[in-house]
């Protein structure tokens, strides 16, 4: 319980006026008020830390760099390895595990256990590791690791438990699946190979047991030698040695030939009757040229030889080509009989696997379907359409297509939106897909209790977005939707101007969605930014384009100012709204040749277009380019479709759009909303000198103080997640000057205008990583990675790189490095950026008596304004009469960026944003009628009669959290929530029936504050912020849930709410099913005695410990299960359900037996008649003579 008693302005406040460096957080302006403040709040807090865990819960998307592919053709299940030692194991809808090694070593080769619900994988530390997949989320069971020999290729025969293991020596070697120990018996390379042999046969790179003999074992070396190996015998059957290096075997099902596949680009047929040469030798890709020799071909690397009952057999091979054909994609080809099929892939081939009928080796394979691992997509071919279309992929592995470089997740959704979404989307999905079923649909999933609509949007460098179904743990593409349409298609440029081109002008940089409202509005990476309104039907419409100058000419800060107080705005109404046509003006950009160079970066259609059903663009905002330089990227931005507003800000200040009146309200630089209350002092302009060239993106500046000093700034100095964020650290470094001062250096002709989109998104960067800390010294450091450009500095003389780190940088660069927080320590290169913005029902003074809409501004500098507005309620007079906007003049302090506003009512509930309610503006009704906007507010007052007028305002920066008490702007709570590192995002969040604060820090820590408290609840180190992308996409939402993007193909979606970590294990799929195995069928008679004695053949006799030994211990070190916290908690939730399983079996078992004991009894009661019966007929015809009868 939390009471609050006689909370009166100014009753926190140490000091008359709050700096950022103080302690203290009154308000900015000491003066008590006479504004009406509750005489108690009192609010019950219900979160404890034991409502809180952190876990993972699904991974979505392609699997990052694929090594390997595996498929259990009874289960129905697919494997794929990973490079980063990740295992993705997909099933039907809703069956999608991921588990990772420990270790991290690349995934080798994979093996199921058919049927048996388990995997065997090789990974590149040369280990074995066996797991479990009879668990919801599967865990290691054993490992063995190989200390002398690399391993190269895994062979599991169908219903064995002795595993085959060849290695880069090209031994042998046998593993015991159960006890996963090595066995004593062992195929060394000397002995497969003659002894007259002057040569070592390489590597093993291929295994498998004949077909018709599973005591032969054939084995392929890297060289071209190929030994088939008697295993009873312990001796060779034969030996082929051919001239080219072998990549791979595939058999016939009789075990009479068998295939090789060459690097020459040549496939080989061998008969086990003439082991001599092969009896046929074909180049499928290699013509004959005209003198008389073939073409040199790439290497085939795989081949699989599949029969049919009823047709040739099928040959299907990776690669082949000739080499002369160049920019060639990479191919898969099919021969079936004569015909040959080439089928083009989009990305390099990685692993394939024919899908058969049937899991024995010995039988007419079948084969209906080819799976595909490509780099970056996953593919299945049907083979059973001579066409050999593709199936659907039910998977989201095209999250991808286009780089992602932003995303968003949203949690209790209208339920409508998702069905409607979807139904729009239908209308665009592409055809010509295979008409059957997806043929991998193993494993079991079932719709949880715990569900609700959730939608995830990821936004693209192409400019497109993409709108997923994220309910129920499963992913489904909703909607997509493409904003390079609202645009002209841009003209290659020459020149000069080819220099500022945009690699991808389209690019999203952030996304704002008011799911109510369904208004949509999307931030280009060409400071530009597109609403959209939604709707079911088409449309002819014109987009309507305000073009905005936006420049700053204020200079930089020095000190904390001595005027404390903060008086209002004296000409708040000055700002008048000026119409599209015009460009509002800014300081210093008045100017003719400004005017000459204002043009757009991408021209917006200006003729009618026709716009199919979904979102319709409607406006387009455009920062034009001024003085021949390109507009800053747009840092924040937030839209209310219940005022009609749009407010938008960067390095440079601050602009309020009238969507509805298609007007610019506000334009204003920071220095100007301060007014007379700026807390700081500003350098005037010095003279310009010429503009000077600055370096490019991977140029290294020579000179070494520059370093020093790059070294030396704040970690809050330049963007992230899009923001320019704030200065608040390090000692300040003494800045060479000139007799002018300071000077500006402004970015020269050779510097590209914005950081490169691409390479943003898919930023695959190595950072420095230590036992202890991870990170940069610096945020400037950290975030010049992030954007991937140099920054924009004030001062010439230097310049730097962000990619070029010498190994001294890399040795200091670290999160967790303290920082101060002291005014004076601003460096003087900083501009004050607006980070976030937030529309709400507040109090723009504090004499204010009743709430009214407002707009919340913070900056990078820490500083937190409050703009009041003056907005029409009538539905006529709001498109008529223009919205009045003044600046307050009202200043709050924090250390560090402001990340994120929220507000509570005084009963500690979030208050939600008003809105409007959804129509459909190309919707027919009555002409006659007005259409009038249904609003909904949300307004403190309405749910506190108790306890008075106002409501609570949660600030977040990036070093602290404060809890303020609206209209007296007393602070009632502070909460510094890091020293050593800094927040990279921000989010109140509805958990438990509550809420709270949520937050992620670049040290890798998610911290939860209780509110208003600010109480710590949880404190888990997540994750090493390795990589800029987990930055940029990290976001939390309700429900105690987070996503962000684990690589660049994979979406990883988190929880740190106790409650669902605690219904995880029902929400998750199956991925094994109890299915029983296909009985082989009956050779006959003749095939039987004829065709070898497979079934006769005991490995247990030949491999285990009493005939062949124990293998050696230095050899192979065995490893039992996973001894970390996660492994036990996995293996423990699995026996949980095992015990589960085992507990309904019981109740069955009991249920049948007690259903058993009452037929016995009712037979014992029939008895008991039957002899009662039987008896008084005995007494009855005992005296009767047998002529009686």
């Known amino acids: 319980m939390k009471k609050f008693r006689k909370v009166l302005d100014g009753l926190t406040t140490s000091s008359p006026g709050g700096t950022i460096g103080s302690p203290s957080c009154g308000s900015a302006a000491g003066t008590p008020t006479s504004a009406p403040t509750p005489k108690e709040i009192d609010i ?58 420990e270790s991290g070593a690349a995934v080798l080769q994979l093996q199921f256990l058919i049927n048996e619900g388990a995997l065997v994988t090789a990974c590149a530390d040369d280990t074995l590791h066996l797991w479990n997949l009879r668990q919801r989320r599967p865990a290691v069971l054993h490992s063995l690791k190989f200390n002398r020999e690399r391993i190269t290729f895994c062979h599991l025969p169908f219903q064995s438990k002795w595993l085959y293991v060849g290695t880069e020596r090209g031994n042998t070697h046998i593993v015991n699946i159960e006890s996963f120990v090595l066995s004593g018996y062992v195929i060394m390379w000397n002995k497969a190979i003659e002894l007259s042999t002057k040569t070592h046969p390489g ?55 068998f295939m090789c596949s060459h690097s020459d680009g040549s496939l080989s047929m061998w008969n086990l009757r003439n082991t001599t040469k092969p009896f046929q030798v074909t180049y499928p890709h290699g013509k004959i040229q005209k003198d008389g020799r073939k073409e040199s071909c790439k290497p085939i690397l795989k081949v699989e030889y599949k029969t049919t009952r009823n047709s040739e057999p099928f040959v299907i091979f990776s690669g082949g080509l000739s080499y002369d054909k160049a920019g060639r994609r990479p191919t898969l080809t099919i021969m079936h009989g004569k015909a040959i099929t080439v089928l083009e892939m989009d990305y390099p081939i990685v692993e394939f696997m024919a899908l058969c009928e049937t899991p024995y080796n010995n039988e007419v394979q079948e084969p209906y379907a ?46 409508d939106i998702i069905p409607i979404l979807y139904s729009i989307g239908a209308k665009h999905k592409k055809t010509g897909y295979s008409q059957k079923e997806w043929p991998v649909a193993g494993g079991t999933w079932t719709l949880g209790s715990h569900t609700y609509p959730e939608i995830i949007v990821t936004g693209h460098a192409d400019g497109s977005i993409k709108f997923w179904d994220a309910s129920a743990i499963t992913l489904q593409m909703l909607y997509k939707l493409k904003t390079s349409k609202a645009f002209e298609k841009p003209k290659p440029a020459e020149g000069r101007a080819a220099e500022l081109v945009e690699e991808d002008p389209f690019a999203v940089q952030m996304v704002s969605w008011c799911p109510q409202s369904r208004i949509f509005c999307v931030v280009g990476i060409s400071a530009h930014i597109i609403l959209y309104r939604f709707s079911k039907y088409d449309a002819n419409t014109q987009i309507v384009s305000l073009e905005v100058r936006l420049q700053c000419e204020a200079e930089d800060v020095i000190s904390p100012s001595d005027n404390e107080n903060n008086p209002c705005f004296s000409e708040s109404g000055s700002h008048s709204p000026q119409t599209h046509q015009q460009h509002p003006a800014s300081p210093g950009s008045g100017t003719p040749e400004g005017n000459k160079d204002s043009i757009p970066c991408i021209k917006v259609k200006d003729r ?132 002018e001062g300071p000077r500006l250096t402004r970015r020269g002709p050779g510097r590209p205008p914005f950081r490169k989109a691409q390479s943003a998104a898919c930023m695959e960067i190595s950072l420095p990583v230590s036992h202890t800390e991870v990170g940069y010294a610096s945020r400037r450091a950290m975030l010049q990675q992030f954007h991937g450009v140099t920054m924009y500095s004030h001062d010439e003389h230097h310049t730097t790189a962000p990619f070029c780190w010498s190994d001294r940088e890399s040795r200091e660069n670290s999160f967790s490095r303290s920082r101060s927080s002291s005014v004076s320590s601003i460096d003087r290169d900083t501009k004050e950026a607006i980070t976030t913005l937030q529309f709400g029902e507040s109090y723009g003074r504090k004499g204010d008596a009743l709430p009214t809409p407002c707009l919340w501004v913070g900056t990078s500098l820490g500083v937190v304004l409050l703009i009041p507005m003056s907005i029409p309620t009538d539905h006529e007079e709001r498109m008529e009469e223009t919205v009045t906007i003044g600046p307050s003049g ?13 507000f509570l009512d005084c009963l500690g509930a979030l208050i939600q944003s008003p809105h409007e309610v959804w129509r459909d503006p190309n919707a027919s009704e009555d002409p006659d009628r007005v259409r009038k906007r249904k609003l909904v507010h949300f307004s403190a ?67 939860t504050l209780s509110l208003p408290s600010l109480r710590p609840l949880m404190d888990v180190n997540y994750l090493p912020l390795t990589d800029m992308r987990i930055a940029r996409t990290f976001c939390f939402t309700n429900g105690g849930q987070a996503l962000y993007l684990s690589s660049p193909t994979e979406i990883q979606r ?103 004991e009452d037929r016995t009894a009712l037979m014992m009661t029939s008895a008991e008649t039957f002899s009662k019966h039987a008896h008084e007929l005995m007494l009855k015809c005992k005296d009767k003579k047998w002529y009686q009868f």
């Open 941 to 1007: 007052s309405s749910s506190q009669d108790n306890c008075g007028e106002g409501h609570l305002a949660v600030v977040c920066s990036e070093k602290q959290a404060k809890v303020l008490l609206m209209p007296s702007q007393s602070c009632l709570f502070v909460h510094n929530i890091t020293e050593s590192s800094f927040v990279l995002q921000a989010d109140v969040v509805s958990v438990s029936n509550s809420v709270c604060l949520a937050c992620f820090c670049a040290n890798g820590h998610v911290m």
């Open 370 to 415: 080819v799976v595909v691992l490509l780099e970056k997509d996953l593919i299945v071919v049907d083979l059973t359409q001579s066409n050999f279309p593709v199936f659907e992929n039910p998977y989201p592995m095209d999250i991808h297509e286009s780089p992602v470089t932003c995303t968003a997740y949203f949690a209790d959704c209208p339920p």
């Open 203 to 257: 590597p093993v790179v291929h295994l498998s047991d004949s077909p018709k003999d599973e005591g032969k074992l054939l084995i392929g070396f890297e060289s071209g030698t190929i030994v088939q190996w008697d295993l009873r015998g312990k001796k060779a059957d034969f030996r082929i040695y051919y001239d080219e290096a072998i990549h791979s075997v595939g058999w016939h099902h009789e075990g009479k030939q």
């Open 608 to 739: 009618m277009v026709r716009v199919p059903p979904g979102y319709q663009a409607e406006l387009v905002i455009q920062l034009l380019s001024v003085d021949g330089e390109p507009p800053q990227q747009i840092t924040s931005l937030d839209i209310n479709s219940a005022y009609g507003l749009l407010a938008f800000g960067n390095c440079n200040g601050l602009a309020v759009v009238d969507y509805l009146q298609k007007t610019i309200l506000l334009c204003m630089s920071t220095l100007d909303l301060y007014g007379a209350a700026d807390p700081y002092q500003r350098l005037t302009r010095s003279p310009r000198r010429n503009r000077q060239s600055t370096s490019g993106l991977t140029e290294l500046s020579d000179n070494q103080q520059s370093i020093d000093m790059e070294r030396s700034k704040s970690p809050t100095s330049d963007h992230v997640n899009g923001h320019c964020t704030s200065p608040t650290s390090q000692p300040k470094p003494r800045v060479p000057m000139g007799p």
């Open 1054 to 1156: 988190i929880t740190y709410s106790q409650e669902m970590c605690d219904n995880l294990q029902e929400m998750l799929g199956e991925l094994f099913t109890p299915i029983e195995t296909p009985e082989a069928q009956n050779r006959g008679f003749l095939k039987g005695f004829f065709g070898g004695n497979s079934h006769n053949f005991d490995r247990e006799e030949l491999f285990g410990e009493a005939a062949a030994g124990k293998g050696s211990r230095s050899l192979a070190q065995h490893i039992p299960g996973q001894a970390g916290m996660e492994g036990m908690k996995v293996a423990a939730s699995g026996v949980v359900g095992d015990l589960a399983r085992a507990r309904i079996a019981l109740d069955e078992r009991g249920q049948r037996l007690g259903e058993l």
């Open 890 to 902: 009202t200043v709050l302090m924090l250390k560090g960026s402001v990340l994120h506003f929220s």
């Open 44 to 101: 019950q807090e219900t979160l404890v830390s034991e409502n809180f865990q952190l876990c993972k819960t699904v991974r979505h998307g392609f699997p990052y760099q694929p090594t390997s592919l595996a498929y259990d053709p009874v289960q129905k299940i697919l494997a794929i390895g990973c490079r980063t030692g990740g295992i993705r194991i997909l099933g039907g809808p809703g069956v999608d595990s991921y588990c990772q090694h």
